[in-house]
């Protein structure tokens, strides 16, 4: 069975940091792009970054750049989001979601329908 879980999720200050995990189950991660998405209270979905597990290439949204960082442990089956420098405007919920590898340099990686699996979310709340 397919599953994607995402954890790492929490209360955190200005300025602090976090570390989001994505596991993945039933396939390997060689064969897809996994993708970071969020979505605030009343605001919809938006993409945050993605890679290509197959060579390690990553996209960011601008609103991340220089802040949040995606990495993954093939052996591990699991894809990670660090985020520094968190501010209010990075609350939300996250979530991670599958892409057939090969669409990562063909498609647009922020595209939720380009995805074929999601997880459930981690909240992600930001104080001020």
């Known amino acids: 069975q397919v599953q994607l879980v995402e954890s790492g999720g929490g209360l955190v200050q200005v300025g602090g940091s976090l570390r989001l995990s994505c596991a993945a189950s039933?396939?390997?991660?060689?064969?897809?792009?996994i993708g970071w998405f969020r979505q605030a209270p009343g605001k919809e979905r938006e993409g945050v970054s993605c890679?290509?597990?197959?060579?390690?290439?990553?996209a960011y949204a601008d609103f991340v750049k220089g802040r949040f960082t995606i990495s993954s442990d093939n052996a591990k089956n699991t894809v990670y989001l660090q985020m520094n420098s968190l501010a209010p405007e990075d609350t939300a919920v996250y979530y991670c979601?599958?892409?057939?590898?090969?669409?990562?340099?063909?498609?647009?990686?922020?595209?939720?329908?380009?995805?074929?699996?999601w997880g459930r979310g981690t909240q992600v709340t930001v104080s001020s």
């Open positions: 039933g396939f390997t991660l060689d064969d897809y792009a």
């Open positions: 979601a599958a892409m057939v590898d090969r669409y990562y340099k063909t498609h647009y990686w922020d595209y939720e329908s380009n995805y074929d699996y």
């Open positions: 890679i290509s597990s197959s060579d390690g290439s990553s």
